[in-house]
């Protein structure tokens, strides 16, 4: 099965500045990652997502990169904020396959300070 | 639009009641819903898919006859814990899509479970 490694699994930086996740995936057939963000004790919320076809997209401060090759992707985050506090995290599965559900990576802390 | 509703969003109970966690998606249609437990600090795991129709598929190590799985309708799904015991304590969250196969899942606000 899939196996989605992220990394680090905290990161601090000031506000301002900018964050960048990392992670590595094993299954060669996965051609869909997502980002959730999670705040303690609720919903995970998608931020941004990409598919195999595509090898970078963004969203105003928040951009994923995928390398296909590698088999690595990665979240950046520019001009962080107080309110980008929160955990982090990369998911794989394979879209449109009948098991679809997400593997997903085991998170990154990412504080934020003021 | 996507939204899912999961009820109760949190159970305390005894050690060797069952608990049934409802998940419904309440302006779509799912035919597939996914079900996922968290631990404190942890990440997600899945613990199985369920379609609408047809038995849920479950994953490695998840005990289909503990964790019941029924998905009688487009828009309803349900998990129920039998016999829960301390260690079955966790955050349970379910997902759907909207989609035959299209990605993003939208997931629920979770159920957080305390045996005792």
């Known amino acids: 099965g899939e196996n989605v490694e992220q990394h680090p699994s905290t990161l601090s930086v000031q506000e301002g500045d900018s964050a960048v996740i990392k992670c590595t995936y094993s299954?060669?057939?996965?051609?869909?990652f997502p980002w959730y963000k999670q705040e303690l004790g609720k919903r995970p919320q998608l931020i941004i997502d990409?598919?195999?076809?595509?090898g970078e997209k963004k969203d105003q401060r928040i951009a994923v990169t995928l390398n296909k090759t590698a088999k690595h992707f990665s979240l950046h985050i520019t001009e962080t904020q107080p309110e980008d506090s929160a955990v982090y995290f990369c998911?794989?599965?394979?879209?449109?396959?009948?098991?679809?559900?997400?593997?997903f990576g085991k998170g990154t802390h990412l504080i934020i300070q003021p | 639009g996507a939204v899912v509703s999961q009820h109760p969003s949190w159970v305390i109970c005894k050690s060797g009641t069952s608990v049934k966690i409802e998940c419904r998606s309440l302006d779509f249609q799912a035919t597939t819903m996914f079900w996922y437990r968290q631990f404190p600090k942890q990440s997600l795991m899945l613990m199985a898919t369920?379609?609408?129709?047809?038995?849920?598929?479950?994953e490695q190590g998840v005990e289909k006859d503990k964790f019941l799985i029924n998905h009688a309708s487009l828009t309803l799904s349900t998990l129920t814990v039998t016999s829960a015991h301390p260690e079955d304590s966790s955050f349970y969250i379910c997902s759907a899509r909207d989609g035959a196969g299209i990605q993003p899942q939208h997931f629920g606000d979770g159920t957080r479970l305390s045996i005792l």
């Open positions: 990409i598919r195999s076809n595509v």
């Open positions: 998911a794989a599965s394979i879209e449109g396959g009948g098991a679809d559900g997400l593997t």
């Open positions: 299954d060669s057939a996965s051609n869909y």
């Open positions: 369920s379609n609408e129709g047809s038995k849920a598929t479950y």
